[in-house]
């Protein structure tokens, strides 16, 4: 006789005003890998209040398989040999997806409207399509970007303005970067914020050697002041270069 599917008592709250979204990953979770679930919600606020007396925990959902309490969510992956994801760890991921997404775009672009896959032109939007995008996610929380911008911003730390004027420059210069408008006004921007910053992140990472976070997308971020985190200030300078040699020639 085949086996029978494991089972899994499942309790989570399911109120009126709140589903818990941990739940629902977490049930998802266990029939994913096979498991019956007894699914048994709470709910109302004294069902929860009750259930967590009981059983001595502090949050739901709560897990149970062959009698033994698993857990939560977290608890629950950590049972089924998965990744937890540790929020506090440094990781380069939103800078890659910003890169990735910009340089998808600049040739989505260039092969849509039949300019192919020249390089220059790819290379162009791919630049200011980052700026404007990484300016998007800082506008998202400027006061939390220009906080964490005061670590090791040099201007800012001597005009504290200055961490909330950044995020708009930087879109204002990408925006016309993509377009080739007003150049007069975009080069010197792009060349005067990404100065500034090459000089801030190389000062504070391999002069004085401090262990930051960058906020390159924006204030809540764990990716960390390094090489990186110099390119969105290297490229802006590029650009800008690029673009007045342009003008002059």
Not at 4 to 15: D, G, H, K, N, S
């Amino acid at each position: 006789m085949p086996s029978p599917e494991p089972t899994a008592i499942f309790y989570r709250m399911v109120l009126p005003d709140h589903v818990c979204p941990y739940g629902l990953k977490a049930r998802h979770l266990l029939r994913s890998k096979g498991y019956v679930v007894d699914d048994r919600p709470l709910t109302t606020r004294a069902e929860v209040d009750a259930f967590k007396q009981k059983h001595g925990v502090a949050t739901t959902p709560q897990i149970f398989i062959d009698g033994e309490r698993i857990g939560g969510h977290d608890d629950l992956r950590r049972h089924l040999g998965l990744k937890v994801v540790d929020p506090s760890k440094p990781t380069y991921r939103p800078v890659i997806a910003v890169f990735a997404i910009a340089a998808a775009l600049a040739l989505a672009i260039g092969i849509g409207t039949g300019h192919g896959l020249a390089p220059v032109p790819i290379v162009e939007r791919f630049i200011a399509l980052s700026m404007v995008i990484l300016a998007l996610l800082k506008l998202q929380d400027v006061e939390r970007f220009a906080t964490m911008f005061l670590n090791y911003d040099l201007l800012a730390r001597k005009w504290v303005p200055y961490g909330r004027v950044y995020p708009f420059a930087e879109a204002l210069a990408g925006i016309l970067m993509a377009g080739h408008l007003l150049s007069w006004l975009s080069i010197p921007i792009a060349l005067f914020i990404g100065t500034i910053g090459m000089v801030s992140v190389f000062k504070a990472v391999y002069i004085d050697k401090r262990e930051l976070k960058c906020a390159c997308v924006g204030g809540n971020s764990n990716v960390p002041l390094g090489f990186v985190s110099l390119t969105e200030n290297v490229m802006m300078v590029a650009m800008a270069l690029w673009m007045a040699a342009r003008l002059l020639a």
